[in-house]
């Protein structure tokens, strides 16, 4: 199966694969509140249960990645139906390299170096992890934070990638009375990351740009230790939050580019402005719309591996996607994940679990923006 490809980026101890490995204990079972599982190969999912056992185990955390380390990581994104049924609409790998890449210059000349970089500047969507104690020190006026994302900040610059930054340890800064807003204003106080922003927001070919609080193990897994730069375990068991967040931004970000093109295609073929609403002209006229919309994505696809992965089930779940934003707006209904969760629970085909999950993660995130205002920096659709 074709693969959405995504790059995972962060300086050393931000959190990466500690970030993966709660992502696959996460979901490699079905839970209620999420409604569907991922699965890897056997030698994937054997070599991230063993780093997550030892991030659990009450002897210090696992050593930081080598250079040589780097690795990819194959996540199938699946559902087991009520008639137990399973249905596998989509994969995404997750290359996650040593943070070394990003702060030793020797590294990224390298040969091995160099090909990690040219992955980053190709990549359609980039995972940037901030580590959330940095983040802290940051606030308390430490700047190294930003001095170390340069490189990362430069490469998206320069791409056209979805970027959605991560910040880790999130538990840390709510305790502290942080929000996801209020960091960013402090983050925006820097002339770098403010310029890198303005840049970035004011781009029309740009994809998405989120802010995405997470905690890979919890409140209360870990506290800040005496020397205010150590975490300490406390022997509870692990509670991620929002980890399942950015896998499902990645979906619904591919869709929201797509429906951005679409719609300037047509305001250029109009010789007009963009129309507004999230009901666009297609979908007003769907018999000749399908067709077009077809061939559009199928040239946008040869180009993007993104979209060639899901070429087979993106038209269809296209239209699923923006019909259900159509119908909250027009209905003016809140988010009813619980819902979506049982419908995708009835899917007959992986053509429909593609369409149901789509409509799902579009409404997972809704309400995670609506908990965390500020979250989407770039890249609605109105």
């Known amino acids: 199966m074709s693969s959405i490809p995504v790059t995972v ?33 056997p030698d ?69 170096g160099a090909a990690v970089w040219q992955r980053v500047q190709e990549s359609e969507f980039l995972l940037v992890l901030l580590d959330g104690l940095k983040v802290l020190r940051y606030l308390d006026g430490d700047s190294r934070l930003v001095d170390e994302l340069l490189p990362v900040l430069g490469a998206i610059g320069a791409s056209k990638a979805v970027a959605h930054f991560l910040v880790t340890k999130w538990d840390l800064l709510e305790a502290s009375g942080h929000t996801v807003r209020g960091v960013l204003a402090r983050l925006l106080e820097n002339p770098d990351f403010r310029d890198f922003s303005t840049n970035r927001m004011r781009r029309t070919d740009g994809g998405a740009l989120r802010f995405i609080p997470v905690s890979s193990l919890g409140p209360g897994f870990a506290t800040l230790g005496p020397d205010g730069r150590t975490m300490v375990k406390q022997g509870r068991f692990p509670r991620p939050v929002n980890v399942e967040v950015p896998l499902m931004a990645v979906l619904v970000d591919l869709f929201t580019r797509e429906l951005h093109r679409v719609r300037g295609q047509e305001a250029a073929r109009q010789a007009g402005p963009p129309r507004t609403g999230l009901r666009p002209w297609l979908l007003r006229e769907a018999a000749k719309w399908l067709p077009a919309l077809r061939g559009a994505l199928a040239t946008h696809a040869a180009g993007s591996r993104a979209l060639a992965a899901i070429q087979d089930t993106m038209v269809d779940a296209f239209v699923a996607f923006v019909e259900e934003r159509e119908r909250r707006l027009e209905q003016q209904e809140a988010d009813d994940s619980e819902r979506l969760r049982a419908h995708l629970l009835r899917a007959r085909s992986r053509q429909e679990a593609m369409n149901s999950m789509v409509k799902l993660f579009d409404s997972v995130l809704a309400e995670f923006e609506a908990v965390h205002p500020g979250t989407l920096v770039a890249g609605e659709v109105s």
């Open 9 to 41: 980026l962060g300086p050393q101890g931000s959190g990466k694969t500690v970030y993966l490995a709660s992502l696959f204990r996460r979901l490699a079972i079905q839970r209620d509140d999420v409604g569907f599982f991922v699965q890897l190969p």
């Open 44 to 112: 994937e999912a054997t070599k991230l249960n063993q780093i997550y056992s030892q991030i659990v185990s009450p002897d210090g955390w696992p050593d930081p990645n080598l250079l040589a380390h780097t690795s990819e990581w194959r996540f199938t994104c699946s559902i087991r139906t009520e008639q137990g049924e399973v249905y596998s609409p989509f994969t995404l790998d997750y290359l996650d390299f040593a943070g070394d890449h990003l702060t030793n210059t020797a590294a990224t000349k390298t040969e091995y």
